[in-house]
């Protein structure tokens, strides 16, 4: 019933800056949280941002100050505003749909690659 699509994603180089968008579609209500993660070629999946319901945002460390989250429920959509990118950033960004009581929801991925 819940679909999740990621874009935005694509090649820069360093200390360029993405915007990823999430849409949501399917059977869900927005008093949810939806977040980013991403994984990088080898490495395990990792939690980058959160977008609580009402509008309680959290970045991890190595993106704060870089990085921004919001979300648009009107459009159902959620954003990650990605500035001075790092090589490190290298990664599939993943969009997580958590929506009580049916858990869990993940999209395809949205790479992104940061040359140096």
């Known amino acids: 019933q819940v679909q999740l699509v990621e874009s935005g994603g694509g090649s820069v180089q360093a200390g360029g800056s993405l915007t990823l968008s999430c849409v949501c579609s399917?059977?869900?209500?927005?008093?949810?949280?939806m977040a980013w993660y991403r994984q990088a070629p080898g490495q395990e999946r990792e939690l980058v941002a959160n977008?609580?319901?009402?509008?309680?945002?959290k970045v991890k460390p190595p993106v704060e100050g870089r990085f921004t989250v919001s979300r648009d429920d009107a459009k159902n959509t959620l954003y990650l505003q990605m500035n001075d990118l790092k090589p490190e950033d290298t990664a599939v960004y993943y969009c997580?749909?958590?929506?009580?009581?049916?858990?869990?929801?993940w999209g395809q991925g949205t790479q992104v690659t940061v040359s140096s």
């Open positions: 977008m609580g319901p009402g509008g309680h945002s």
């Open positions: 997580k749909l958590h929506q009580p009581p049916f858990g869990a929801f």
């Open positions: 399917g059977t869900f209500v927005n008093q949810n949280v």
